[in-house]
């Protein structure tokens, strides 16, 4: 029995004049997989989720969602997907109830389901209390929290998120994830992209996007499988000096700085052989063995689009 993918798209593409935001993008997303969309600034990744949402057509290509065409059945495609955009899109001046009300009634979701499914939510995500509160007075979290409780208002089985945590502070970001799991484990699949690379810990699969393109897929493990060498940890007294230092080090396969700690991809493995290697270069410092995160296959991967752009 074959089994439709939640989401899918083949040969996707949207230019802009010169530019072309998304080229020829391939995608299929299992139905209750959470997919973390990865890549840098520029990399296409909110431009391919407004064409999933049906906002902006492809110029080439098509998308399914849930079987159905994004460019010859958006009308039908809808009422399946809750898309949130970077920008909040809530109604500053209408409170949390006003705007759950207004929504709702916009979805079409019946009089009596919008009752119980607007307590179910504002219970779960904690809002319950703010119903008379003005949404423009809320902070960064919770109008993140509303806007997701109003793009779960009419139950779609397919989320589209686009950086719905950027700017939020840490706990409002480990709540906000707390209810995608639970979404999760209900069985909705979620297309979310993000800029941290602890979210994408805990998506069932990403796809680094650069250039338009999607340049790799897979489990986070298998993304960091694709890391060379063994990472090293320096802690240097200047760590920026020491980062455009290493750049002279024999093995050093890629470096980048994460927070005060210089990060080091070395092509040998003995901790002795890179502390003789960093010393022989003037390099100061402490260094240890680290496993490899998904900050430091976003930095590497990061950099080989780079490189490639500038052959």
Known sequence: MTVTPAIEASGLTRRFGDIVAVDGVDLSVPTGAVLGLLGPDGAGKSTLIRMLATVLAPDAGDARIQGL?????AGK?????????Q???????LTVAENIEFFARLRGVAPKRRR??????LDGMGLADFLDRQAGRLSGGMKQKLFLAVTLMHAPGVLLLDEPTTGVDPVSRREFWRILADLHRAGTTVLVATPYMDEAE???EVIFLDGGRVRHQGSPAAIKA???GRLFELRAA????????SE?????????LYGDVVRLLFEVDDPAQVQARLAAAGIDGAVRPAAVDMETAFAFLAELGRERASR
Do not use: N, W
């Open 69 to 73: 065409s994004v460019t010859r059945q």
């Open 77 to 85: 495609v809808t009422p399946l997907i809750g898309y949130m955009s």
């Open 87 to 93: 920008k909040f899109a809530m109604y500053p001046d």
């Open 116 to 121: 119980e499914r607007s307590l179910e939510l």
């Open 202 to 204: 805990r998506c069932t």
């Open 226 to 228: 694709l890391v060379p």
């Open 238 to 245: 200047v760590p920026r000096a020491a980062l455009a230092a």
């Open 248 to 256: 002279t080090v024999p093995g050093v396969l890629a470096a980048h």
